[in-house]
T-cell receptor, first 112, second 111 residues
Framework: DTGVSQDPRHKITKRGQNVTFRCDPI?????LYWYRQTLGQGPEFLTYFQNEAQLEKSRLLSDRFSAERPKGSFSTLEIQRTEQGDSAMYLCASSRGPVEAFFGQGTRLTVV | EDKVVQSPLSLVVHEGDTVTLNCSYE??????LLWYKQEKKAPTFLFML????IEKKSGRLSSILDKKELFSILNITATQTGDSAVYLCAVGKGGSEKLVFGKGTKLTVNP
């Protein structure tokens, strides 16, 4: 499968714990995006990488959230000291340029 | 503040019906409008529109953009149960890489 791959698919964690998600984009895509989606809402933009550079961040990305793309390939999104409000689907997408983005299956996070 | 509004939020039809989904937007520095289909998890890309009045078609689906009136429609003809999904409209802005999404229209096609 050459689509966008995310791991894990599901994560249940206790409030206050740290979690990390991974995204592997389509191999020739230099742009990578993270979005968050809650029930009944459309995806909300979190952050954008072009190669290894993080070029855009949403105000939604509080200081408990950090994202990296160390070698311009895969990316990680870490949430520290999770809160119940962080429960959501975290979607990763990639694209070859300013064109359509292709999404992964998402990581569903439940904070209990 | 940028806004993308989709209507209706929910729609139930019978197989064979034709449906029209609406998306209106208010964004600064509009660049493109995209439609996605979301069944279970990943939104899958349908269309990207950048120019007014040019219809894009793919099988039974078609879409058109009106940049003067700031809206787009997605038409699905001869609906099938496999068309049941949430249809998301998103707008891309110049000077930013983010897409601004609407809440989606949940389409249910009954046999």
């Amino acid at each position: 499968d050459t689509g966008v791959s995310q791991d894990p698919r599901h994560k249940i964690t206790k409030r206050g714990q740290n979690v990390t998600f991974r995204c592997d984009p389509i191999s020739e895509h230099n742009r990578l995006y993270w979005y968050r989606q809650t029930l009944g809402q459309g995806p909300e933009f979190l952050t954008y990488f072009q190669n290894e550079a993080q070029l855009e961040k949403s105000r939604l990305l509080s200081d408990r959230f950090s994202a990296e793309r160390p070698k311009g390939s895969f990316s990680t999104l870490e949430i520290q000291r999770t809160e119940q409000g962080d429960s959501a689907m975290y979607l990763c997408a990639s694209s070859r340029g300013p064109v359509e983005a292709f999404f992964g299956q998402g990581t569903r996070l439940t904070v209990v | 503040e940028d806004k993308v509004v989709q209507s209706p939020l929910s729609l139930v039809v019978h197989e064979g019906d034709t449906v029209t989904l609406n998306c209106s937007y208010e964004v600064t520095n509009f660049r493109s409008l995209l439609w996605y289909k979301q069944e279970k998890k990943a939104p899958t890309f349908l269309f990207m529109l950048t120019s007014s009045g040019i219809e894009k078609k793919s099988g039974r689906l078609s879409s058109i953009l009106d940049k003067k009136e700031l809206f787009s429609i997605l038409n699905i003809t001869a609906t099938q149960t496999g068309d049941s999904a949430v249809y998301l409209c998103a707008v891309g802005k110049g000077g930013s890489e983010k897409l601004v999404f609407g809440k989606g229209t949940k389409l249910t096609v009954n046999p």
